[in-house]
C-alpha cells in the first residue's frame, strides 16, 4: 500500500499493518526525526538504550580511523539519553553490540567494513 511521507512527501509502499491511519507516516528514521525535531527512539518513545545510543556512534564512525575508547565514551555521553560510561563498560558494549568494531590496541578501537 503506497503512503505519503509527511516530511519529504516521497511515496513509499508499507505493509497496511504498520500504516499509522491518522497519525503520520515517514519513509525513513530520518524523516521522522526531522519531523519531531527529535531523535527517533522506536515505537513506545522514551530514552533510547545505552546499547543504542553506543551502536549509533559506533556506526558513525569512519571506516579505518582508530579512535580512542575516551573519544568513543565522550561520542556517547553527548548523544541523547546522556548517559555516563565507563571505560570497561564501553568496551564491553563495544565488544557485543558493535560487530563492525575491533580492538586493536590498548584502549583503540577502529572501525572495520563488515563483511556482507
Ligand atoms: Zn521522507
Same mark, same amino acid.
Given at each position: 500500500?503506497?503512503?505519503?511521507? +509527511?516530511?519529504?512527501?516521497? !511515496?513509499?509502499?508499507?505493509?497496511? @499493518?504498520?500504516?499509522?491511519?491518522?497519525?503520520?507516516?515517514?519513509?525513513?528514521?530520518?524523516? +521522522? %526525526?526531522?519531523?519531531?525535531?527529535?531523535?527517533?527512539?522506536?515505537?513506545?518513545?522514551?530514552?533510547?538504550?545505552?546499547?543504542?545510543?553506543?551502536?549509533?556512534?559506533?556506526?558513525?564512525? %569512519?571506516?579505518?580511523?582508530?579512535? /580512542?575508547?575516551?573519544?568513543?565514551?565522550?561520542?556517547?555521553?553527548? /548523544?541523547?539519553?546522556?548517559?555516563?560510561?565507563? +571505560?570497561? !563498560?564501553? +568496551?564491553?558494549?563495544?565488544?557485543?553490540?558493535?560487530?563492525?568494531?575491533? /580492538?586493536?590496541?590498548?584502549?583503540?578501537?577502529?572501525?572495520? !567494513?563488515?563483511? @556482507?
Amino acid at each position: 500500500m503506497m503512503v505519503t511521507c +509527511a516530511t519529504c512527501g516521497k !511515496e513509499y509502499n508499507r505493509a497496511p @499493518a504498520y500504516i499509522q491511519k491518522n497519525g503520520r507516516n515517514f519513509c525513513s528514521r530520518h524523516c +521522522a %526525526e526531522t519531523y519531531t525535531g527529535k531523535p527517533f527512539s522506536g515505537q513506545y518513545g522514551g530514552k533510547p538504550t545505552k546499547k543504542k545510543v553506543v551502536q549509533s556512534v559506533a556506526g558513525s564512525l %569512519e571506516v579505518g580511523k582508530q579512535y /580512542s575508547l575516551r573519544d568513543i565514551i565522550t561520542k556517547c555521553q553527548q /548523544s541523547p539519553g546522556r548517559y555516563k560510561f565507563t +571505560a570497561s !563498560e564501553m +568496551a564491553q558494549l563495544l565488544y557485543h553490540f558493535c560487530d563492525d568494531m575491533v /580492538s586493536i590496541g590498548h584502549n583503540v578501537w577502529m572501525r572495520q !567494513e563488515v563483511p @556482507a
